[in-house]
């Protein structure tokens, strides 16, 4: 039996992600977080495809920290890795077959007959022997007194009726009226507000502070020492940064202010030029093909780090009340955000309450807790709920990072003008190794590993390393093709003869992308394709070259993601990890002196603008077998394809990031 009331209504709760009220109100309780990329649109599909309903029936709220909503991929209650689909796919489909089945038995009990003479259609369960038919709702509480069965079988393929369908996001009728709540929009009785001030260089301790000034601005209510910064908290955000301008503050000094982009630059170098730490794939003899061939290529491909800069900053709200902590958070990581909590507070995890916002963009930004764990520390010192906000300067300069990197590529060709060998090393912190993906049909082939980190945090960003090193093996393979004087999208067809998901996608956007037909001079196309969680992506991009640059015209894209459960979301996540990977493969950059990242704000740390934005199409490949991820893997081809449309137009090749600077420099010193 599974029962319960919610403000006095009767409840079927059969499994922890499907509830159904005796007021016909239908809830999906899902355990991933919502920040834009529609993950809760296709798990509505999910349900509504078992449960028998319109995917408008059915409201999505978001379930506590709490092992039942471990994403099965993960192992953990987390929204990374592409995986919301995917990690549902197995999940809430049975959660809402066994609802609609328990549903059916409760029928078939009240009307005494057998559960096989009845069935479940548009939330409504019907006898037609008899006639009789009773809502969802008018079933509930019978359903709720009684065992809960077994998932029936699922639905067919053939069958779907929402799977695959377009339908609008299920919050943005919220969205648009502005009834969705934000981190920055919760509102806790007695709140302070806090911004905390930092040592410009991550990791440094505070020595010492002078903040009777900071005290003596109206609205300030408290300022409080941590081992690593000083919180000034207000009656609101501006006297919270007002007081904070105001603090007088000393640090400790680490070992992070020895560094410099250039001193980053020569660790990376000296690291490629080192034997290897690992070598994570190795066919035939590279090395000796490399060292008796006559014309090698040879290429250095470098990646700078990056801020995640989502829209919504940094924010968490914390209250203690009568014991328990109680914790209103934009998460992407309720496990390690409800971890982070007891180990603070000595609390156990039942008297800890997580409650998830909505998200104002992620990106992986989000699946760190540093940002709670300051916001626990300071409520612990005072008698207020607190709500802890970053600004902006905040979020560029004391982010988790995405890491630089390096990759040093050595290859060459047999007579026929056929890559030969293919040697990358490549060489940065950990989370910028690894997803090196070379489908390629190479017979000598080694990719190898060094880590080299100067000690920057970094973290998770969007496609984490294959945005890094997508950029090195697209585009380099477009530099084989140029030595062995043949087609580029040509070159990558006849060596994905052992890939047949990257071709498939490869063709179809060639010919999407009008790839044989001709542009006009000071115009170019360049293709790449890549494979990233567990989906296949090409595009072809086109640029126009000008006298101050370059501008992206138009980009078109293919995915392969395996069955299509939200076209209409897929098609966003493509256009909108293009505008996101184009922001910085044209512009982004983190720039290190002193340790210190040194852009504050947007002028310094330029993203992509409205006006720059190019026209997009998408083509969705249906792959007809498992969900594979969307949100990320539209990013890595972004990259490559600009730079090879550069290179098509101009004949400059670009191998460092970001691509207008670097562009602009070249042209400035040939």
Not at 472 to 499: M, N, Q, W, Y
């Amino acid at each position: 039996m599974s029962r319960n009331t919610e403000q006095g209504v009767a409840v079927f709760a059969p499994n922890p992600w499907v509830r159904i009220g005796a007021d016909d109100r239908i809830v999906l309780v899902t355990g991933r977080s919502e920040m834009g990329q529609g993950a809760s649109g296709g798990q509505v599909l999910l349900v509504a495809e078992e449960l028998r309903v319109p995917p408008e029936r059915i409201t999505v709220e978001f379930g506590p920290a709490d092992p039942d909503y471990a994403n099965p991929l993960l192992g953990a209650q987390v929204t990374g890795g592409s995986t919301s689909l995917s990690g549902a796919w197995d999940q809430l489909r049975p959660a809402a077959a066994q609802a609609r089945q328990a549903l059916v038995e409760a029928a078939a009990a009240l009307w005494g007959v057998a559960p096989g003479d009845c069935r479940a259609d548009a939330g409504v369960v019907r006898h037609d022997p008899t006639g009789r038919q009773a809502g969802y709702g008018e079933l509930a509480p019978e359903a709720a007194m009684r065992p809960v069965p077994e998932p029936p079988p699922l639905t067919e393929p053939a069958d779907y009726r929402w799977i695959g369908t377009r339908q609008p996001p299920p919050e943005i009728r919220q969205k648009l009226e502005g009834r969705c709540t934000f981190g920055a929009d919760v509102k806790v009785p007695g709140m302070l507000t806090a911004v905390m001030a930092r040592s410009p260089v991550a990791g440094e301790r505070l020595r010492a502070v002078d903040a009777e000034a900071a005290r003596q601005v109206p609205g300030v209510r408290a300022v409080i020492s941590l081992e690593h910064g000083v919180a000034v908290l207000a009656d609101g955000l501006w006297a919270a940064r007002t007081g904070r301008e105001h603090l007088k503050t000393e640090w400790e000094r680490g070992p992070l202010a020895e560094w410099d982009d250039a001193a980053v630059r020569d660790r990376f170098i000296q690291a490629a030029c080192d034997t290897p730490d690992r070598i994570v794939r190795q066919a035939g003899d590279p090395e000796a093909v490399l060292q008796a061939a006559t014309a090698p290529v040879a290429a250095d491909y470098e990646t700078p780090y990056l801020a995640h800069v989502p829209l919504e900053t940094m924010d968490c709200t914390v209250a203690f009340e009568n014991g328990r902590c109680i914790v209103h958070v934009p998460t992407q990581n309720q496990s390690a955000t409800l971890d982070t909590v007891t180990q603070a507070t000595g609390l156990p995890t039942d008297a800890v309450d997580i409650h998830t916002t909505h998200l104002g963009g992620g990106f992986g930004r989000r699946l760190e807790t540093d940002f709670v764990a300051e916001a626990v520390a300071i409520a612990q010192r005072v008698d207020h709920p607190v709500h802890l906000v970053w600004t902006l300067d905040d979020e560029l300069t004391h982010d988790r990072y995405r890491p630089a990197n390096l990759n040093r590529l050595r290859g060459a060709l047999d007579e026929a003008g056929r890559p030969r060998v293919w040697s990358q090393h490549t060489v940065g912190p950990e989370l910028a190794l690894g997803d090196a993906n070379v489908p390629y049909a190479i017979p000598h082939l080694r990719l190898a590993e060094s880590e080299a980190d100067p000690g920057l945090p970094t973290g998770a960003w969007r496609s984490v390393a294959a945005s890094n090193n997508a950029f090195a093996v697209e585009s380099f393979i477009d530099e084989l093709a140029h030595a062995a004087g043949t087609c580029p999208f040509r070159l990558r067809r006849k060596l994905l003869t052992e890939a047949p998901r990257h071709r498939r996608v490869l063709e179809r956007v060639a010919e999407a992308g009008d790839w044989e037909e001709p542009l006009p001079e000071g115009c170019g196309r360049g293709i790449a394709v890549y494979h990233s969680f567990r989906s296949w992506v090409a595009q072809v991009a086109e640029v126009v070259v000008a006298d101050d640059g370059f501008r992206v015209e138009r980009v078109v894209c293919a995915i392969d993601c395996g069955i299509a459960i939200d076209p209409q979301g897929i098609e966003a996540q493509m256009e909108g990890a293009i505008a996101f990977g184009l922001s910085a493969a044209l512009r982004e950059r983190a720039t290190l002196a002193n340790g210190a990242v040194q852009e504050r704000d947007f002028k310094a740390y330029p993203l992509l603008r409205y006006s720059e934005m190019p026209g997009v199409e998408v083509h969705i490949i249906e792959g007809g077998d498992r969900p594979g991820g969307v949100g990320e893997p539209g990013v890595p081809p972004v990259a490559p394809a600009v730079a090879n449309a550069l290179f098509s137009a101009t004949g400059v090749r670009v191998r460092r990031l970001p691509l207008l600077p670097e562009f602009r420099r070249i042209r400035r010193t040939s």
